[in-house]
């Protein structure tokens, strides 16, 4: 060790002499001590500690094409419509007297009991259900129609709870446009429209400002117009092309669908056929239905329905549209002949496009019992006079009639006709 250099200098000696005698124990301890710190003095500091690290610059690396955006949800299903139909209804009257009243159809009666669960099933099924109020709901007296006599002319008055049923039934829509709403005259037609409006149904064929159509607005925001005519007094007059064609313009232009309906006709169990002319009954002009039917649908109607000769008629798919030209009688309780046709009640189940075009289309068969309550009818009778019916006055159609009523051989919702436009929106004020 080089430290060993400075003995001389800590501890001296005479040349010759000998170092290690001249040591004495003190001088051991002083030189351990030296010896001591020499070596501390000798030996490395620690290094100094290293700097830490700059952080690096984060470098962003920027895409050479924007990001690709997230794929879109798919599509909800289009939505469609279930419009089920029949003809008239009248579940009972009290004039002359209430023995033409049904004594099973009192207030708070089974429903289900009376017509069966299927059948009333099928009418709560519509997503719209319609049908033609043949009478008025009124439970007050006055002026009525003139009549001689009273059991040989019919002049009805139902008790406004019927309207109760109606509603259990799903009923959403009726026409009053026919020759017995106005039988108690203005009284009477106020009482019926205030006990349909009382249970949430809707109403048309008034010939008065907000009478004459009647809008459904249905789940997923689908807009129903409806119109209802007649040729009878006070309300919306089925002769008159015209006048209601330019309705239905202005209904199209507002709504997703529209339906008319119809009381026309020749009344009778012979009046199945529609002769594509007009009709007289007792000296009344009833309507040329089929010219009707074509004019309405060309105006922008999706589907119309007809009622009044008591009997069912053919149907037709003209441009993509169905017209049923009567439905004859549904619930006719007391007062009417019930014998072969006049008995069975068909019933219509439509499927339609939002646009109104006919997707599916099927003929329920019911017939009434006793003094007239409907059941649906597995015999299928009211279909099956409906498919000879209309094999009879439209062969041109190429309509099938299958065992259960269903129809085919249509232009389906790819082939339909395009529905008319229906013209220019019309101003605030409009005509009906």
Known sequence: MRGLSLLPILFPWNAGE????????????????????????????????????????????????????????????PRTVRLVGVGDIMMGTDFPDAGYLN????????????????????????????????????????????????????VFRSPSFHGEFLREMGFDVMSVANNHSGDFRAAGRNATMAALGRNGIAFAGIDAPG??????????????????????WGTVSINDHARAA????????RHDIVLVSFHGGAEGREMTRVPREMEIFYGEERGDVYGFAHAMIDAGADVVLGHGPHVPRAVEI????????SLGNFWTYGRFNLRDLAGVAPVVDLKLARDGRLLNARIHSARQHGGGVPRLDDSGAAARAIAEL??????????????????????????GEKKPEGGERPPAMLIY
């Open 103 to 154: 004594p099973d159809l009192t207030p708070g009666a089974d429903l289900a009991a009376l017509i069966g669960p299927r059948l009333l099933g099928l009418l709560q099924s519509g997503d719209i259900t319609f049908g033609n109020m043949e009478g008025s709901l009124f439970d007050g007296d006055g002026e009525h129609k003139p009549c001689k006599n009273p059991k040989t002319c019919y």
């Open 246 to 253: 330019e309705i239905v313009r202005q209904l199209n232009a």
């Open 211 to 232: 009478l004459r159509t009647a809008t459904l607005t249905l789940d997923g925001g689908v807009r129903v117009g409806v119109l209802a005519v007649s040729p009878n």
């Open 390 to 415: 209309t094999a009879q006055d439209f062969p041109e159609s190429g309509l099938r009639f299958g065992p259960d009523g269903e129809i085919t051989g249509f232009a389906g919702a790819a082939e």
């Open 18 to 77: 000998e170092p290690v005698a001249r040591v004495n124990c003190f001088s051991r301890m002083v030189l351990l001590a030296g010896l001591t710190l020499l070596a501390a003095g000798c030996t490395p500091p620690p290094p100094a500690p290293e700097p830490a690290p700059k952080p690096r610059e984060q470098t962003t690396l920027k895409p050479l094409m924007p990001p690709m955006p997230p794929a879109p949800a798919p599509a909800p299903p």
């Open 318 to 325: 003209y441009r993509g549209r169905f017209i049923a030209y």
